[in-house]
Structures are given as C-alpha cells and as structure tokens.
C-alpha cells in the first residue's frame, strides 16, 4: 500500500537478517536448515494478525500533534497496539483546486499544506510511531476523514475503503478504511452524525448509513469482524452519564416529527434501536460491555461536552470495538482511557482512546 512518506528505519529493526556464507551454503536445491529456520521466523512474521488495537477519535490530527503529541506517544509508547485507528482526520486530499482528489495522500499543492504535510511526516517519523505503515482515507477539505496505522511486521492481506469492499472507492468523506487479516477484518469508520432534523445531511443520512452497515455485516459474515472507531451512538442508558438530560435535548427548540428521531444526536430511540438490531442479526459483541456490566461514572464514557456551559460533566459512550461472537472468548481486556469532566487522558480532544486486546489464536493449523 503506498504511503505518503518513507518511514524511517532503527538501526537493524527491519533489515533482513545476516546470514554467513556457511550458514546460507545451498546444496543443489537443498537450503540449509539455518536459512530455512530464518526464512520460516520471517514468514510467522508477516503472517501474524495484530492482537492489541487503539481506536480515537483525534478531533483535528494536526491539532493534536502540534499541542499534545509528547503525551499521546507516551500513552503509544506505553501500551504499545498494533493496529492505531484515527477517527476526524481533518486533513484534505491530495489534490489542487478544481481538479481530482487522492484521498490516500495528504494534500501538498500549496505552501501552508506542504508545511502541515511536513508536520505530520515528521511526528509520524519518529518513535514510537516510525515502525508503522499508515493508510488514509480523507475528505476533500478539512473535514471527517480516517487513518489506520500497523505495524510493519503485520501485513493486511487486504486494505480497501468503503463498505462496498472496492480498494479504489472511497466514502464520502474518508469514513471507512478496512483492512482484512489472516483469521479476521477489521473496520475503521467514522459514522455520520445524526444531526437534529429531517434533512439530507441529518437524519436520512444515517439512517442509509445503518442500512449499509447492516447489509456490510450481513455480506461479510463469512469471516469474524472487529468493528471500530466513533460510532455516534450510546446504545443503552448506562452508556450516557445523564439519560433524561440526552433523552431531552433540543436544537434551538426544534421538535421532529416522529418521537423516536427526538433528543441529543446518538441517542435517540431510533438510532439505538437499528444499532441494536445491527449488532443481534451480524450476531456481534459489544467488547467494552461484554466485560463491564455495570456503568462506570468516572471512567465508562469516550466523549465528553465542552468543561464549560450546559454540556459539563455530560458525557456518552460512543466509541467501540465491535467484535463477532467468534472472537468474544478471546477478549482480554477493552478498556476507555479517559476519566472525568475535566476530560483526563482524551490528549486535547473531545474524544478519548479505546483498547481492546485479544488473546493468540489456538489450535492454528
């Protein structure tokens, strides 16, 4: 998959291993079994599937590298995933105004974007990111926009961009980014609001949206599915701090029409019950809530309102690692890393890190 920048090497971390001349000697068409045993630990390599994976919402990539990347690569750096999926990219698409976009690559055409091209190269050069290979999928403006990095040594059979599988076909604003591994797919995505009202780009939308997402789980269930990233939804009560308060809200008075489309976008009743029926007919887990039961008020919720105004301390969980029942039984751990109203551990943005761990695979033939 080709990458908008050249990662930069360790000394040694990914060179092929040095073999002396005895050691690699080839006997007619027989290796020795030194080479044989490197050229198998290579193969195991590559072949592996990504076991630890960190979703976030960034809020603004480029904000976040310019005002909070020391801290998030810590946190990178400490909890070491495989697979990082970024949600609100906001960087364009390659490509100058009037013409065609390349929403794999970072615009460049112009000196302000060449410079924030640069800063992003640069921060994703160095430890601990510099052993990841990225893949994007952007809007034509910033705006939305998505980001999947893994690491060198697991290589996807597969990385394709919207939910009609097409590796040419991107979504309408770089929503979807998945990438199929050996005994497993994963999905990134950034799913559209629901917005406030019966219009185009509010409630028709996501409701075409879920109908897709259904049909995707549906046409892909020949093999296990972990879906990830800001889903835009709390499914059920203890998944927000303040349910009357969401059940509630209001934009500038406005009332829809049907009682179920009432209430802060994410949770109202209607997008909570067709995330429901998504998840029993793709006949998939909700990782978070498979290990924790009961609400956590301090450190259950990913996305917090603003520390100031009527949204303070109000808080919902809308970010997840979907998995297929499949895998249920290798969940080791999923975990939020955010906690408070004061938004500790969301590194600057609206949004905190989800984790999700899962144990090896057994009986691999």
Not at 204 to 233: A, H
Not at 253 to 280: A, H, M, W
Not at 308 to 322: A, E, N, S
Request: with cysteine; net charge positive; glycine share 6%.
């Amino acid at each position: 998959m080709k990458r908008f920048f050249k990662p930069v090497e360790k000394d040694g971390s990914s060179k092929k291993p040095t073999i002396s001349a005895s050691s690699s000697s080839v006997k007619g068409n027989e290796i020795t079994k030194e080479t044989a045993a490197v050229d198998e630990e290579k193969s195991e390599i590559t072949k592996k599937d990504p076991l630890k994976f960190l979703t976030w919402n960034a809020n603004s990539f480029l904000l976040r590298i310019k005002n909070d990347w020391p801290e998030f690569s810590k946190f990178i750096e400490n909890y070491d995933p495989d697979v990082i999926a970024i949600q609100e990219v906001r960087m364009p698409a390659a490509g100058s105004k009037g013409a065609p976009k390349n929403p794999r690559e970072l615009k460049d055409d112009t000196k302000p974007s060449r410079e924030e091209k640069q800063i992003i190269m640069r921060a994703l050069s160095i430890p601990p990111f510099k052993n990841f290979n990225v893949w994007w999928s952007l809007s034509d403006s910033k705006y939305a926009g998505t980001a999947l990095l893994i690491k060198e040594c697991i290589q996807p059979k597969k990385v394709s961009f919207s939910l009609d599988e097409t590796g040419s076909k991107h979504e309408p604003d770089g929503r979807v980014i998945f990438a199929e591994f050996e005994s497993f797919r994963l999905l990134n995505t950034y799913v559209p609001n629901n917005g406030w009202k019966e219009e185009e780009s509010s409630f028709p939308r996501r409701r075409k949206w879920d109908k897709r997402m259904l049909e995707f789980v549906l046409r892909t269930s020949d093999k296990p599915l972990i879906w990830c990233g800001d889903l835009n939804v709390s499914h059920q009560d203890i998944d927000v701090s303040h349910p009357e308060f969401f059940s509630a809200a209001k934009l500038n008075g406005y009332v829809p029409p049907n009682k179920e489309d009432c209430g802060q976008p994410g949770f109202t009743l209607s997008e909570r019950k067709r995330f429901g029926t998504i998840l029993k007919e793709g006949k998939l887990v909700d990782a978070y809530r498979y290990l924790h039961k009961d609400q956590d008020m301090q450190c259950g919720f990913s996305w917090s309102g603003n520390p100031i105004g009527k949204y303070r301390g109000k808080r919902m969980r809308i970010d997840y690692f979907i998995v297929s029942e499949k895998l249920k039984d290798r969940i080791v751990a999923c975990e939020i890393h955010g906690q408070g109203i004061e938004l500790e551990g969301f590194y600057g943005s609206d949004h905190c890190p989800v984790t999700l761990e899962l144990s090896a695979r057994t009986n691999v033939p």
